[in-house]
């Protein structure tokens, strides 16, 4: 993998490496700081829905483009350079390169989605891997993607801020254990509650690698880091926040310290909390601290902006930590409304602009959930145009 990208060495100061900023949108809303209009980007812009990535598959595989920083960035722009309307980039890349670099064999098989040939499944199989991830070098496995980010900066010459990603430790677990997709999570079910305290000792490490990566990517260009809770909808409340929350405030927590470390300031930590409903939200805000909030929380389109609202200012009340900083909310339209025709996306995207108008400055739109590989691009760009009609709070 090292030969794909070859010597990689990190700008010696992020913020003053790359091209002039040109859109600043969604740094502004990140922050809660009043914008023209509110920002827009799409989870999974760069994807099967777009004749030129399903092009560029048909003679590359998947893991390959992610290794390949050329490749990567190349993907990574289609969106872009398609849509002017875009406020973001987000880097190609797939949540699953961190149980790669703990060692697993991850497959993307065609019309099947990720499959692992060797998943966790006894104790046994746990212990061997914090065992033999006891000293790993993070930046040294994953340096291809740190090179595909810098790369990707410098292409994109300051049209929009990059996004950096990880996969929650939870979610990342839950698919070491299932080996792939899985409608019940049983066996991680059945890893939380026979094994607790090994599962901990898993998540705690998957956590400190994703934050290691988290800050290998700011330090090559990332501009804003979000963190994927894909399942975080399948724990109650309890166990949401043992097993899964509390391992994504150590990565907030540990980003940040490293990050003081290297002297470069903390852009804005996002948490994807997906099927988390208003328990995730309000267990969220009561437990956050100082050093390890998120400064934006998406939403799927289970839950409306008024419920995540007082969800987090229910949440807020009860912290006994003090803390009281502003979370900017991302989100939230159905992505199936992108197969309703074009008068539906309109009428969904100005009734999703007025529910979230109460949350402006801090909103960012976005669907609940990535887009789906039949939308006709047509169709997203109206959805895009849509958002950038609406007119300032
Ligand atoms: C759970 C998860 C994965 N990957 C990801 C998540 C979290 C978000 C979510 O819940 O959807 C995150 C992800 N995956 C991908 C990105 C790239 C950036 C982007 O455009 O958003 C991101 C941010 C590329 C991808 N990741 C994948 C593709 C399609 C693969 C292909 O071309 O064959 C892309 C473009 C494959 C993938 N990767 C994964 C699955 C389940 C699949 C197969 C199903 C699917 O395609 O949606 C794991």
Redesign the pocket.
């Known amino acids: 993998m090292a030969e794909l990208c070859g010597d990689y060495a990190f700008p010696a100061d992020p913020a003053s490496h790359f091209p002039e900023m040109r859109n600043t949108l969604l740094l502004s809303a990140a922050r809660c700081q009043s914008t023209s209009r509110p920002p827009v980007w799409?989870?999974?812009?760069?994807?099967?829905y777009l004749p030129e990535?399903?092009k560029l598959?048909e003679s590359h595989d998947?893991f390959e483009i992610c290794r390949t920083p050329e490749l990567a960035a190349e993907?990574?722009l289609q969106?872009i350079d398609r849509y002017p309307e875009l406020d973001a980039s987000?880097?190609?890349?797939?949540?699953?390169v961190v149980p790669q670099a703990l060692g697993m064999q991850v497959d993307?098989l065609?019309a099947?989605?990720?499959h692992f040939p060797r998943p966790l499944r006894q104790p046994e199989d746990g212990e061997k891997l914090l065992k033999e991830t006891d000293e790993l070098n993070v930046d040294a496995e994953l340096r291809y993607v740190y090179a595909a980010i810098t790369l990707t900066r410098q292409k994109l010459e300051g049209r929009v801020p990059l996004i950096g990603?990880c996969?929650s430790p939870w979610?990342l677990f839950a698919?070491m254990i299932e080996g792939?997709?899985s409608k019940t999570l049983q066996q991680a079910h059945t890893w939380i509650n026979r094994y607790p305290e090994l599962s901990h000792r898993l998540l705690e490490r998957i956590a400190d690698t994703c934050a290691q990566f988290l800050v290998g990517q700011i330090r090559a260009g990332a501009q804003m880091v979000?963190i994927?809770d894909?399942?975080a909808g399948e724990l109650e409340a309890g166990k949401y926040r043992a097993f899964s929350l509390q391992y994504c405030y150590q990565i907030s927590r540990t980003v940040r310290q490293l990050l003081e470390h290297h002297q470069i300031s903390c852009p804005p930590i996002s948490l994807?909390p997906?099927g988390g409903g208003p328990i995730a939200l309000e267990s969220i805000a009561q437990g956050s601290q100082a050093d390890t909030h998120f400064d934006v929380i998406g939403l799927d389109w289970t839950i409306d902006a008024e419920h995540a609202r007082r969800a987090l200012e229910e949440g807020a009340k009860l912290n006994r930590a003090g803390w009281r900083g502003q979370i900017a909310l991302q989100g939230n339209m159905n992505p199936n409304m992108l197969y309703a025709g074009q008068e539906a996306i309109s009428r969904d995207v100005e009734r999703m602009a007025a529910d979230f108008r109460p949350s402006r400055p801090g909103w960012i739109a976005n669907l609940g959930?990535?887009i789906?590989?039949g939308v006709d691009p047509e169709d997203m760009k109206h959805f895009l145009q849509c958002v950038q009609a609406i007119r300032p709070a």
């Open positions: 799409v989870m999974r812009q760069a994807g099967r990535f399903r598959r998947f993907i990574t969106p987000i880097i190609f890349s797939d949540i699953l993307m065609p099947h989605g990720p990603f996969g979610t698919y792939g997709g979000q994927f894909s399942w994807f997906k959930h990535g789906t590989p």
